[in-house]
């Protein structure tokens, strides 16, 4: 009978390299990860592929349904959860930008713990959220836009809003984009010419920055864009800011509740945070004022005056 010894020791040597090569292309792949998605990204794909027992996963979801301000709002929620995760080694915060016909479907699988939502899709997501017993200092008005038989779903947690834009005297008409979620025809009352929707927001934008014989009612988003324009030459339009009425709002809402979500929620309204959407060109909902001149400090009192649209209402 042979002696299997040999054999025993070729596997058990095999057995090692093998294992120290999934290690080495595991490091390699975490360090291609990083420098292609950054840090947090690896750092996720890190810890979905080795789990640790000590981990505690949430789950974010991201649903934006309007234009507004320089960049996507989901970036205001990522740098908090990043710099609660440098605190706690042993936490993850799974953040997912959810395209708002998407929803329908994806929380039909699944819930997340919380959930950063537009205009337009508080319906599909009401019987999910819990109520909040603390309204973290968020001016009225939008306590009460994020109220549904006097309890309190969600709470806005970034504003911006509508203005006039124009070249000039408006020759024909005044267009406006909609994402189909939004009515901004609301934020006009009464005008003497004929007010038109005009596709999507970015064509409606593009419309009027190529033809001057018209008005556009657009967004924050497009006060970024035309401010930027008129800095370089490339366009004089004049900026009226809208204090009527406005559904261009981010709201925060939670399926379930533990420390951690209540000091995520906390920091979401922390003025020092709060104050940082100035890097974002848009707007803060609690009781305070983040723009000192210029045409953010002229947009940021006329939202102050605006009439907000209820998210549970369509």
Known sequence: MKNNSNGHIKTKFNLKIFAKLLSIILIFLVCGYALIFGFGKAKEFLIYSKPSPETKIYTIWHVETFEGGAKSRINYLTNIARKMEKENPALLFHIQKIEPNQLADNLADSVPDVISFGQGVGKEILEHLIEFKTTYNVQ???????????????????????????????????????????????????????????????????????????????????VFRIDNLNKIGRTNASITPIDTYTDLIQYLGKTKTDNIIEKFCTKVFEPTNQQKLVDYSLFSTINTKIYVDGIYNDMENAIFKCKVQPCFDY
């Open 140 to 222: 009225d008005k939008y306590v009460q836009a994020g109220s549904f038989n006097n309890k309190i779903y969600a709470l806005p947690y970034i504003a911006s809003g509508y203005a006039m834009f124009s070249h000039g005297k408006i020759e024909n008409s005044i267009e406006y984009g909609n994402s189909g979620y939004i009515n901004p025809q609301k934020a006009i009352s009464v005008s003497e010419k004929p007010i038109k929707q005009f596709g999507t927001q970015f064509e409606t934008y593009k419309n009027f920055v190529y033809h001057h014989d018209h008005a556009l009612l657009g967004s924050a988003r497009d």
